[in-house]
Every structure is written in C-alpha cells, then in structure tokens.
C-alpha cells in the first residue's frame, strides 16, 4: 500500500461493499474539469493537455467510473463543447452512450459552486441518493485507483463524515495548506488555500490533494453554505472540512507515501514532470508484465498502449494511442506506431512510421516503411524499405519489398509487387481503386493508373503502365519495342570527339552517321546530361 493513515483507526472495521467489477455500492463519483487553468498560460482548457497521450481529465473520469460504475459526473465550463466531445468520445460504450453525466458551470465560481452543480444528477431517483462521494480533481492524473480504494476504506472505517487525501511535499507553494490540530491525535482541522495563507501556514508542508470522500447526507448541505470571502472570491470546496469540524463531525485523512501521486497540474512544468512520472509508470508496468526494453528510458509509449509477452521494444520506439502489440513482436530503433494493431511475431525494423493500420501475425515491414491510415498488411506479408502505403490490403505473403507507393489498392495471396511499383490512384480531383489478384507477378518499375483490376495469376513485365483491366493469367508488356543500332554508340562516340575540336567537322560528319543536325545537338545535350 502506497500510503499511511494518519488518523487513528478504530477497531471494528466495516468493509467497503464492492460488486464483481469493483464498484462500490452507494458511491457517486464527481470530477471537476470546468476551470481555464490559467497558469497554463494556453488557449486551450488546461484539463484537455495530454499526459502519456490521454487527456488529462480522462485519468479522473476513467478511474470514477472503475469505482463507481455509470453514478459518475463531470462538471465542465471553459470549452464545455470540446471537454464533452472529448470525454463523450473516450467513454461511449460499443451498445451506444456515454455512462457519465456531464453538467455545466457556467461561471467559474471555485471548485465549491463546481460540485454544486452535479447536484441535480444524484437527486434520489429509483436507486436513492448516493450514500459517499468521490470528488476528483480533474488535473491530478497520476493519482492511482489503489489510493482512492484506500481511502474509501478508511472514511468507512473512521465513520468520517470527509475523507481528505495530503501529501507532504518539500515544495507545497501553490496549494492549499492541510492545518491539524495541536492535540495528539493531530486531527485535520480546516484547509487554507496559498492565496489566503499566513506565513505560519504557508510554512505547512503537508498539501491537499484535491481528492474527498464525503457523505451524501453532509455534501450538498455544506456546499449550500459556503462562503466566498476569500483572496480569489470563490467558493472553496475545501471549507466544508471547516465546516464539518465546526459540526462536530470527524474529518480523517490519508497521507500519500509518494507524492508525486498527488501532483496537481497547474502549469507548463508540472504538466511535463507528469509526464515524465506517467511515463516512467507505463513502462515498468509493460517490463512487469514481461515486455523487454533494451533503454527502457528512450521507450515512449502511451497510457492507452498494450504489448504482448516476450515483445521486445529497442531504444527510441514510440508507441502511441490506441495501438496494441502482440506476442513476440520486435520492433526496432525510431520506429513510431500510433492507433496501430499488431499481431503476434511481427518484426518492424527501424525508422517505420504506421497509423491506423493493422499489421498481421509473421508480418515484417521496414526498415523505412510508411504505413498510412487503412492498411492491413495480412499474415506473413512484407513491406520492404521506401515504401509508402495508404488504404491498402496486402495479402497473405504478399511482398512489397521495395522504392514503391500503394494507395487505395487491394492485393491477394502470394503477389510480389516488384521495386518502383507506383498506384496512380489521383487525376487531381478524385481517387480510384486498383485490385490485385492472388498470385500476381508486378515485374519492377510497374504503374497501374487506377481504376484499374488485374486478374489472378497475371504477370505484368516490368516498366509497364497498365491502364486497362488485366485478364486472369496473362502477360502485360507496355512499353516502346526495344530497338538495337549496332555500332550507333561507337560512332555517336567518334562523332563527339570531333564536336569537340572542330565544329566544322559536325556538319560533314552528320551526314555520315544519317543524323539530322538537330538530333546530334540532342544526341551531344543528353551526352552532357549522362556525364553529370
Ligand atoms: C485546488 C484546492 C487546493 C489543492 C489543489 C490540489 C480548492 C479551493 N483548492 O487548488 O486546496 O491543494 O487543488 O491540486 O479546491 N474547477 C472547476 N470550477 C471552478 C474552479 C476549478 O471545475 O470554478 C476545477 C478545475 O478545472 C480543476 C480543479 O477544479 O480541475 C481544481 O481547480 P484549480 O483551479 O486547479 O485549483 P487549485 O488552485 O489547484
Ligand atoms: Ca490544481
């Protein structure tokens, strides 16, 4: 357990009820996403700034909704639109819908008035009020689901009224302040934000976290009667603990073992010390599952990312979004993979950049392979280097394995599509299709002006541009009929020579090679061309 308990326990312990999945019976979760985050000095919502490739709020809304299954609101304000596609988008189950409520406030008028408004959302329908509240801090994502189980634990068992989550930090400027009782026992007595601290509490080092438990029953009665006379003019939800001690009701608290858990993100530099913690965390859990980093530290990849056992990822990988790695894949040095699926045995050799693609069992593609989105590259099939693909089918054992550009293209079993092949898949307005059948034989340096189909088993010599449909089994050659001139290039030699020192010369020559004198001018500029 990553924390201690500061408040002191009693002796009958009352488990927190939780079903299968581990939600816990009665509790609403609330995340507060509204605020601008100034200090981000952005014109973007603060909460809305990625961490590991995920949004920010989305850490908050997916750990409430691992505890509190569909009784999860979030209040957003500054860019409610984009906040709410955003966490629609992320939460949206495959049956349609998003479990999470969304409620708005409108003016920004402290983290308070901000849980005020979910309170519509919890109002006693059929399955009654909610008995607890998590409130969750929607810029404090490296918080663990552990520590807040943890804390839900200990509110249940100091038959508290608020929970509060600290940390004490060496550096505590910019939070607010957890102020204890002088007594033994220690106990929390209220919190001060820094803006309204003395110097004696700003000396404080023990911080809140911004993360409560609080009963249903206290929770919207308390926030009724907050007060906003304070240095921002807001309505702190962290006077309630004031005002439950004022009660006579018990505050507890859970100071976290590490921190950095508990780190708020309200600037530029604290976004990326996250990001350097989220990052550090993803990939011991990838090494603990068995995955093998050769420098670990160069590997970068995304809290959304799976990898398979026995993978191995070599330095300066990334792995980005929704991407997923089999088992026993290996991927080499400055590869990056974003929304990719990748099977099982899969080797990408270096300096390979996929999105939105799927890469299947045996595959082995690069090094310097580009896979745009819509490519599926089917069971044992290669890409070779420089080669570009784009919504693109290549089929089982198919290779493509040099100096080539596949768009919107479909290609069988077994075909080998020689270097240089070139899909003309655009006339400059729109884009056509090619189909490829099994077992085709693209000879190199191949063009295929789309749309345009060529039949199974057909083989198209190389330097040919195909630009009609191509029957089963047939051989395409489309080129000018080679034509040889014995001794041509020996006299063409000869001819130069004697350009070169006497122009008189040309014109008496010309007439004995049978070349007009343009053409030898032409014959004397490519000459100069092949030389440079
Ligand atoms: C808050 C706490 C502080 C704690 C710190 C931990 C209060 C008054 N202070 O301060 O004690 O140490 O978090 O990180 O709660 N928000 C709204 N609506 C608002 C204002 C804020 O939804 O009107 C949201 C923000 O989007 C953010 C969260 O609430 O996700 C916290 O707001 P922020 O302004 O960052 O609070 P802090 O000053 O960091
Ligand atoms: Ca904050």
């Known amino acids: 357990m990553s924390h201690s308990r500061v408040a002191e326990s009693l002796t009958v312990k009352k488990p927190v009820r939780h079903d299968q999945q581990g939600k816990i019976a009665g509790l609403a979760v609330v995340v507060m996403a509204a605020g601008l985050g100034k200090r981000m000095r952005s014109k973007q919502a603060k909460i809305l700034h990625q961490v590991a490739g995920q949004k920010m709020v989305l850490y908050s809304v997916r750990l409430g909704l691992r505890v509190a299954g569909d009784r999860v609101a979030i209040v ?26 969304i409620v708005e406030q409108r ?13 519509p959302v919890f109002a006693a329908g059929k399955r009654g009020s909610p008995s607890r509240y998590l409130i969750l801090n929607g810029d404090t994502p490296l918080l663990q689901e552990s520590t807040v189980r943890e804390l839900l634990r200990v509110h249940e068992v100091e038959r508290a009224t608020v ?33 309204d601290a003395d110097a004696e509490e700003r000396a404080i080092h023990e911080v809140n976290v911004g993360t409560y438990v609080v009963d249903g029953e206290f929770l919207f009665s308390a926030l009724d009667k907050l007060n906003p006379s304070n240095a921002q003019g807001e309505y702190y939800l962290t006077e309630m603990i004031h005002l439950a001690v004022q009660q006579g009701r018990r505050v507890a608290a859970v100071v976290l073992d590490d921190p950095n858990e508990g780190l708020g993100i309200n600037t530029r530099r604290q976004l990326a010390e996250a990001e350097q913690l989220m990052r550090q965390r993803i990939r011991n859990r990838w090494l603990d599952a068995g995955v093998t980093m050769i420098d670990p530290t160069s590997v970068w990849v995304d809290a959304t990312v799976t990898i398979g056992k026995d993978s191995v990822l070599y330095p300066n990988v990334t792995l980005e979004g929704t991407t997923v790695i089999g088992e ?3 991927l080499r040095s400055y590869t990056r993979l974003t929304n990719c699926t990748v099977g099982n045995g899969v080797e990408i050799l270096d300096h390979c ?3 939105d693609s799927y890469i299947e069992d045996d595959a082995r593609l690069g090094p310097f392979a580009h896979l745009r989105p819509g490519v599926v590259v089917r069971k044992k099939a290669k890409v070779g280097n420089f080669v570009e693909m784009k919504k693109t089918d290549l089929g089982e054992g198919s290779k493509a394995n040099h100096l ?5 293209t479909t290609i069988g079993k077994g075909v080998n599509i020689g270097a240089g092949t070139i899909t003309c898949n655009y006339d400059g307005l729109r884009k056509y299709q090619t189909v490829i059948g099994d077992g085709v034989f693209l000879g190199s340096d191949t063009q295929l002006i789309a749309p345009v189909t060529v039949g199974a088993g057909a083989i198209i010599a190389a330097g040919t541009t195909v630009t009609e449909d191509v029957p089963a089994d047939a051989l395409v050659i489309g080129r000018v009929p080679q034509v040889n001139r014995a001794g041509w290039a020996a006299r063409r030699r000869a001819l130069q020579t004697g350009v070169n020192h006497k122009t008189v010369q040309v014109k008496r020559t010309t007439k004995s090679t049978g070349l007009t004198r343009k053409s ?10 092949t030389q440079e």
């Open 76 to 101: 957003v304000g500054h860019q409610a639109d984009l906040v709410r596609q955003a966490i629609v988008r992320a939460t949206s189950e495959k049956s349609g819908g998003s479990p999470v409520a």
């Open 107 to 119: 003016e920004q008028l402290g983290t308070g008035h901000a849980v005020l408004q979910s309170r």
């Open 163 to 195: 929970t509060v989550l600290t940390a004490v930090l060496a550096d505590a400027s910019g939070y607010g302040r957890v102020v204890r009782r002088r007594s033994a026992e220690r106990g929390v007595l209220r919190i001060v934000e820094d803006r």
């Open 328 to 330: 026993d894949c290996v």
């Open 353 to 355: 950049v996929c999105a």
């Open 404 to 408: 080539s550009y596949l768009g919107d």
């Open 520 to 529: 030898a001018a032409i014959v004397k500029s490519n000459q100069t061309k």
